[in-house]
């Protein structure tokens, strides 16, 4: 009799000790899926649109000013990789003096006259891959992610075209004269915060490491003609290499 009771308790102990085990060995396994499943659900917003509004904060201590608006789309490309696009108008104002030999000469009554701003408006598209490389550990971590909130780098390339553009000397033509495009390539690295769901920051540093000015016209004459020349960013500056910072307002819809 004492011995069958011994034998039943030892029967209990193990099978509660088997239930323990397997409950652990499941739980673990569950917990285990549960991160393999994070790791595929971690991904930034699908699509994305709406308006901005962006300036480059630099071109203040080089005596020019520019404010760009329009529209843009930023679409996802892998987990953490998307594509944005944007179109919309550069306004900018450069300050700029003009000298000149009164008399055809050099060195001969050389006046100067004060600096005063000058306008021009630009049409630009621009197209740029980004990573955002913080986005997984910022949704770990219970951190903000809403509107692909977060670090990010990316390298946009921006094509260009002046619609207006002030008249420097006697000319008093506002339109051009014949197309031109600039095309800019820089590589870009900031950070994005959204404080609603519908309203976002974003702040960036940029390296211009060239800028292609093409002018293409064509001439009952001359033909068809274009040359390349290096220079900034299209808004009249002469910096053949540029770094600027970048701050952006955008309304998504």
């Known amino acids: 009799m004492y011995c069958n009771q011994m034998n039943k308790r030892k029967i209990l102990v193990s099978a509660l000790f088997l ?7 499941a739980q673990e396994g569950v917990t285990l899926s549960d991160t393999r499943m994070d790791r595929k659900e971690i991904k930034v917003e699908k699509a994305l649109q709406g308006i901005y509004l962006r300036t480059e904060l630099l071109q203040c201590f ?10 843009f789309r930023e679409d996802r490309l892998a987990p ?17 003096s003009i000298g000149g030999n009164l008399f055809g000469e050099e060195h001969i009554n050389y006046k100067e006259t004060p600096k005063k701003p000058y306008y021009g408006l630009n049409l630009a598209v621009e197209t740029a891959p ?19 909130s977060g670090w990010f780098i990316g390298v946009p ?7 207006l553009s002030q008249p420097i000397f006697s000319s008093d033509k506002w339109l051009p004269e ?8 820089w590589v870009q690295a900031g950070f994005r915060y959204a404080f609603t769901p519908h ?29 390349v020349v290096l220079h900034k960013r299209y808004d009249g500056s002469d910096a053949v290499e540029h770094l600027e910072v970048e701050l952006k307002a955008a309304y998504v819809f």
């Open 19 to 25: 239930l323990a085990v397997s409950g652990t060995s």
């Open 62 to 71: 080089s005596n020019s000013v520019s404010l760009d608006m329009g529209y």
């Open 80 to 96: 953490t990789f998307t594509l944005r696009t944007l179109a919309g108008l550069c306004h900018y104002v450069y300050w700029m």
């Open 130 to 148: 980004r990573w955002y490389f913080s986005h997984c550990p910022r949704y770990r971590n219970g951190r903000r992610t809403m509107l692909n």
């Open 157 to 163: 390339i921006q094509v260009a075209s002046s619609i």
């Open 178 to 185: 014949h197309v031109d495009l600039g095309v800019t390539l």
């Open 199 to 227: 309203f976002l920051l974003e702040g960036s540093a940029s390296y211009t490491p060239f800028f292609a000015f093409l002018p293409l016209h064509t001439s009952a004459k001359w033909g068809y003609g274009g040359y």
